[in-house]
């Protein structure tokens, strides 16, 4: 029996797979994964348990119960987008499918859809399946600094819209928007904002709340990140209502729900900025990193938000596919490969969320020994 075109076409994410196989290896340490390692704090679980007691465990409606809709708007206005409210903010389980059906609203086939990369891997792959056409703009000719004019070159008349993820994954960069002052006004921007709570120095500005762009933005946050809600699956989403009204239709037509007990736990975040009590331990990881690159003379974009750096390992002179596995199996260190993101065969993806600062030396000073080894003089 033959699949649809479109499933055979999707192939496993080499990020996923790099994962796959990282598991298999005992005492790996994990700079790989994209989860901290702090707990969900107690006052979410206990709304969880509440909602448990309370025999709060059946179908809500797709776009979310009104409580957790309410403390969402009010996510969205504590960030400067005035233009929230109940009727244009919804729920979702968990960013991804909020992405996914965003673009389903978005998308027609032969549409183009710009991608700054490096970008986190679904982005491509549902557009792609989509039947539209992922056209990438590469930062790493700028720095990694998103850059309006590299936007404005690529665009063409069937350009639909744009994606974007700042804090971005994999470099833990955060967009300028003033670049993007200038963005076509028919262009519709999908910003994944789920890093927008774990910034080093400030706080990210959101691109729905410039000037002229709420109603052309669908703007989706996670609670798995900033909230360390990772396996509860509670993301959510604003736009304009008639934007809203059809992703919510396609929630309602084939995906269902998020999970009532979830929702109910997720509305703690009304009350509570959970972020602050882990972007200190955050940032130690994150200067413990930079030192050892710097010191190393590996270049780097310097992260400002998120919890990854993105290294160039080019003078090693193998593909990052080949030298992620090398770690993995010499030194026990999971790393990811570069090849991941987009073109950028040269560099490594290294999460500091899930390790203690005295892991996270050990470490590097297993990854020192087998960089060393292949940067020493070969004999003949």
Known sequence: MQLATRAVILQPSPLQEFFKKAKTVEGAISLEVGETNFQTPSFIKEKGIEAIKNNFTGYTPASGI????????????????????????IIGPGAKPLIAASLWALCNPED???????????FWDLVKDLGAKPVLV?????????????????ITSNTRGIILNSPNNPTGMIWDWAELKDLDQHLW???????CNIVFGGRCVSIASLP?????TITIRSCSKSFVMTGWRIGYLMGSEEVVG?????????????????QKAATAILDNDTEKFMIETLDQRRQLLMSWLDKRDIPYPKPMGAFYVFPDFSRYEMPSMSLANLLLDQTK?????????????????????????DTLKEALDRIDKTLKALAAPKMF
């Open 212 to 216: 002229n762009m709420a109603e052309r």
């Open 138 to 154: 590469d930062t790493s000719k700028d720095g990694f600094i998103l850059r309006g004019q590299r936007i404005k070159e690529l």
């Open 66 to 89: 009104a409580d957790l809709r309410k403390a969402a708007v009010v996510d969205f206005q504590r960030s400067g987008i005035s233009s929230a409210s109940f009727n244009n903010t």
């Open 246 to 262: 059809k992703i919510q239709l396609y929630l309602e037509m084939a995906v269902g729900c998020p999970c009532a007990i979830s």
């Open 189 to 195: 921007v999908v910003t994944d904002e789920s890093y």
């Open 333 to 357: 260190v999971a790393v990811t490969p570069g090849i991941a993101f987009g073109p950028y065969n040269n560099f490594l993806r290294i999460s500091y969320a899930a390790v203690s600062i």
């Open 112 to 122: 183009e859809i710009l991608i700054p990369g490096p970008y986190y891997p679904p």
